[in-house]
């Protein structure tokens, strides 16, 4: 069995700052790619950004230059720092995981989601 766990999410003024974090316990023997999505009330979800496991990092064009996406393989854990916040940001950030090498072979995860409110 696989847990994740994310943690972070918040009300933020415009112009602010959050830091979202997204953990990884149980029968993992390696995590190739994570990332971040995000679900706005009425809309898709959409990539927002994500690493592998040899930290090659791929942003979303609107969140380029202001977030941050960084990992730690030996916490499997992975971050994103949110700086510059706007009100589109508004949204549930999920965390994505795989595949993820376990005893069962290749799988994939997702987190419960955390939300994100930029809101003067």
């Known amino acids: 069995q696989v847990q994740v766990v994310e943690s972070g999410g918040g009300l933020v003024q415009p112009g602010g700052s959050l830091r979202l974090s997204c953990a990884a316990s149980g029968s993992i023997c390696s995590i190739y790619r994570m990332g971040w999505y995000r679900q706005a009330p009425g809309k898709q979800r959409e990539l927002v950004a994500d690493i592998t496991n040899n930290g090659i990092t791929n942003y979303a064009d609107s969140v380029k230059g202001r977030f941050t996406i960084s990992r730690d393989n030996a916490k499997n854990t992975v971050y994103l720092q949110m700086n510059s916040l706007k009100p589109e940001d508004t949204a549930l950030y999920y965390c994505?995981?795989?595949?993820?090498?376990?005893?069962?072979?290749?799988?994939?995860?997702w987190g419960q989601g955390t939300q994100v409110t930029v809101s003067s």
């Open positions: 994505k995981l795989g595949p993820v090498t376990t005893g069962r072979g290749l799988q994939y995860y």
